[in-house]
């Protein structure tokens, strides 16, 4: 069973994620913040971290950044209300990026792909 | 290293610049002081020292240097007379570091006009957050490092999985363990010596698994820049020789790797962004290569590429320069014969490299003219595109690769 963390510090998303990602067969575990994430990520070894940006303690870009620098090889999909982080370079780090909504099926085909390994297929216009 | 001139005596450093060159007395006294700037602006709390790693240039580059007013301390280091070569003066700078017990190693091209302090920072800050090797990332002109858009971006991406869009960008920032590690390795070749050292560096800290990132430098690389069909000199066979090599020496590594990786990005916000300079090619002459290769190559180039290959490639040739293409997957799956002919035929690698350059005119040429009304970043859009190409020929390449072994 693939496991999966969600990093967010609202807990309704984190309630709706872990339900409806349990339902389709994922293991999912949470956290609210930052704090302890790599030693978090070192210890349970999730196959695919779901990382919310805008968090009060943290800014999810950078900890994005410490993620790819000590485990490059974990997918990571970031997650925001809004879709104008896409103007930060450091959101490149990403493998996909979704804007949060409580339809999930964007968020669920970005996992599956993200866990097959893919490369983003969005084409360029 | 021949030649030492160390007059402030510095005998260790936490940080050092290098700044390599072959007569840049022109053009080093600039990132000289830059480097100095960034180094007291941004690390001042650390013993630093800026080198400049030559080749023994006869223009008075070493006077130009160490006459540069600057407040680090300098430090002039030297090849024999005679001994050529950036990898040389990067083997040098390698030894100097360790012996200084350098953390971090910063280096910066001695032809370079646009670079600030703040590069100095960028690519030496994440060194002292657990980054050992850090890559440039900067705007170019989509007709500006046409080896490193249609050769060495693509095959590092798909071969090793690691997405460094500048691979061979000539600024860079490393570890003093990496450091060791690149004068441990036992591939030192011809082409690691000269132009082969910057894709050196990047694929071996890749297939050492060390942490890179990538470091916005917030201007574009302003330096010599050239038209790829009038001036190719041996960088090409060189760069291109070494990716070869390393395919040959690393394939276990990247047969287990099949899609890429995204990596960290050092930096800030995008804010608002220089637009480099144009570049100038000219699409006629890099066709007219391509046309004369054919005549001079075919040959070969059918011996070298799968029939299926040399037959869309023939029909590419047919086509008049008015709707020219020369599609990604086509060159895609050039190179991989290409590189597996170059495994296979260890007495005549050289003589293939060159067979290869037409046909690296072509695609260039189908480029340009793909790309020249797009702005820069439609432009880098169709460059990731092209990546996804090369990385869903992996398969072609490891079946091809396996059939030989």
């Given at each position: 069973m693939k496991k999966i963390l969600i990093v967010d510090d609202e807990e309704v998303i984190r309630m709706l994620y872990s339900e409806e990602l349990e339902d389709d067969g994922y293991s999912v575990i949470t956290t609210?913040?930052?704090?302890g994430l790599i030693e978090l990520i070192e210890r349970e070894r999730p196959d695919l971290v779901i990382l919310d940006i805008k968090m009060a303690e943290h800014d999810g870009l950078d900890l994005l950044q410490d993620i790819r620098r000590d485990f490059y090889n974990i997918p990571v999909i970031l997650c925001s209300a809004y879709s104008s982080f896409k103007g930060d370079l450091k959101s490149i780090a990403a493998d996909y990026y979704v804007v949060k909504s409580a339809d999930l099926t964007e968020l669920r085909q970005k996992i599956k792909m993200a866990l097959e390994g893919h490369i983003p297929p969005e084409p360029s216009k | 290293m021949d030649v030492v001139e160390n007059p402030h005596d510095?005998?260790?450093?936490?940080i050092v610049v290098g700044i390599p060159s072959y007569n840049e007395a022109k053009l080093i006294s600039y990132p000289a002081e830059k480097a100095s700037e960034g180094l007291v602006k941004y690390f001042g709390n650390k013993n630093s020292v800026i080198i400049n790693c030559d080749n023994h240039s006869t223009d008075g580059t070493r006077e130009a240097f160490m006459s540069t007013s600057t407040e680090v301390a300098k430090m002039y280091i030297s090849t024999s007379?005679?001994?050529?070569?950036k990898g040389n003066n990067f083997k040098n700078l390698f030894q100097k570091s360790c012996e200084l017990g350098a953390q971090a190693i910063v280096v910066v091209d001695a032809d370079l006009k646009s670079i600030t302090p703040r590069w100095i920072k960028n690519l030496g800050e994440p060194l002292f957050d657990d980054f050992e090797f850090v890559a440039p990332l900067y705007v170019r002109h989509q007709h500006d490092g046409t080896i490193t858009n249609n050769i060495a971006y693509p095959m590092t991406r798909s071969l090793y999985g690691r997405r460094v869009r500048q691979p061979i960008g000539g600024d860079f920032g490393f570890s003093g363990e990496l450091a060791e590690v690149y004068l441990k390795q036992e591939d030192w070749s011809n082409a690691v010596a000269e132009f082969g050292i910057d894709i050196w560096m990047t694929t071996t800290a890749m297939c050492h698994n060390k942490a890179i990132c990538q470091s916005y430098m917030g201007r574009p690389k302003v330096h010599k820049p050239k038209d790829p069909g009038e001036a190719l000199g041996p960088m090409f066979t060189q760069v291109v020789g070494t990716i070869f090599d390393m395919m040959v020496r690393n394939g276990p590594f990247w047969n287990e790797v099949r899609w890429s990786k995204p990596t960290a990005i050092y930096g800030f916000g995008l804010g608002e962004i220089e637009m480099p300079p144009a570049v100038d090619v000219n699409v006629e002459r890099l066709y007219d290569k391509l046309q004369a290769g054919f005549v001079e190559y075919q040959r070969t180039w059918k011996d070298v590429l799968s029939p299926n290959v040399f037959k869309k490639l023939s029909e590419v040739i047919a086509l008049?320069?008015?709707?020219f293409e020369f599609p990604a997957n086509l060159w895609a799956e050039i190179l991989i014969d290409f590189a597996v002919a170059y495994k296979n035929c260890v007495d005549s690698r050289p003589g293939l490299l060159n067979n290869l350059i037409p046909l690296y005119f072509g695609r260039t040429c189908s480029f340009v003219i793909e790309s020249e009304s797009m702005t820069i970043q439609q432009a880098e859009e169709l460059i990731e595109d092209q990546c996804g190409v090369f990385e869903s020929s992996k398969p072609y390449l490891l079946d091809r690769w396996m059939e030989t072994s």
């Amino acid at each position: 069973m693939k496991k999966i963390l969600i990093v967010d510090d609202e807990e309704v998303i984190r309630m709706l994620y872990s339900e409806e990602l349990e339902d389709d067969g994922y293991s999912v575990i949470t956290t609210d913040s930052g704090h302890g994430l790599i030693e978090l990520i070192e210890r349970e070894r999730p196959d695919l971290v779901i990382l919310d940006i805008k968090m009060a303690e943290h800014d999810g870009l950078d900890l994005l950044q410490d993620i790819r620098r000590d485990f490059y090889n974990i997918p990571v999909i970031l997650c925001s209300a809004y879709s104008s982080f896409k103007g930060d370079l450091k959101s490149i780090a990403a493998d996909y990026y979704v804007v949060k909504s409580a339809d999930l099926t964007e968020l669920r085909q970005k996992i599956k792909m993200a866990l097959e390994g893919h490369i983003p297929p969005e084409p360029s216009k | 290293m021949d030649v030492v001139e160390n007059p402030h005596d510095v005998q260790s450093a936490d940080i050092v610049v290098g700044i390599p060159s072959y007569n840049e007395a022109k053009l080093i006294s600039y990132p000289a002081e830059k480097a100095s700037e960034g180094l007291v602006k941004y690390f001042g709390n650390k013993n630093s020292v800026i080198i400049n790693c030559d080749n023994h240039s006869t223009d008075g580059t070493r006077e130009a240097f160490m006459s540069t007013s600057t407040e680090v301390a300098k430090m002039y280091i030297s090849t024999s007379p005679g001994v050529k070569g950036k990898g040389n003066n990067f083997k040098n700078l390698f030894q100097k570091s360790c012996e200084l017990g350098a953390q971090a190693i910063v280096v910066v091209d001695a032809d370079l006009k646009s670079i600030t302090p703040r590069w100095i920072k960028n690519l030496g800050e994440p060194l002292f957050d657990d980054f050992e090797f850090v890559a440039p990332l900067y705007v170019r002109h989509q007709h500006d490092g046409t080896i490193t858009n249609n050769i060495a971006y693509p095959m590092t991406r798909s071969l090793y999985g690691r997405r460094v869009r500048q691979p061979i960008g000539g600024d860079f920032g490393f570890s003093g363990e990496l450091a060791e590690v690149y004068l441990k390795q036992e591939d030192w070749s011809n082409a690691v010596a000269e132009f082969g050292i910057d894709i050196w560096m990047t694929t071996t800290a890749m297939c050492h698994n060390k942490a890179i990132c990538q470091s916005y430098m917030g201007r574009p690389k302003v330096h010599k820049p050239k038209d790829p069909g009038e001036a190719l000199g041996p960088m090409f066979t060189q760069v291109v020789g070494t990716i070869f090599d390393m395919m040959v020496r690393n394939g276990p590594f990247w047969n287990e790797v099949r899609w890429s990786k995204p990596t960290a990005i050092y930096g800030f916000g995008l804010g608002e962004i220089e637009m480099p300079p144009a570049v100038d090619v000219n699409v006629e002459r890099l066709y007219d290569k391509l046309q004369a290769g054919f005549v001079e190559y075919q040959r070969t180039w059918k011996d070298v590429l799968s029939p299926n290959v040399f037959k869309k490639l023939s029909e590419v040739i047919a086509l008049p320069l008015a709707g020219f293409e020369f599609p990604a997957n086509l060159w895609a799956e050039i190179l991989i014969d290409f590189a597996v002919a170059y495994k296979n035929c260890v007495d005549s690698r050289p003589g293939l490299l060159n067979n290869l350059i037409p046909l690296y005119f072509g695609r260039t040429c189908s480029f340009v003219i793909e790309s020249e009304s797009m702005t820069i970043q439609q432009a880098e859009e169709l460059i990731e595109d092209q990546c996804g190409v090369f990385e869903s020929s992996k398969p072609y390449l490891l079946d091809r690769w396996m059939e030989t072994s």
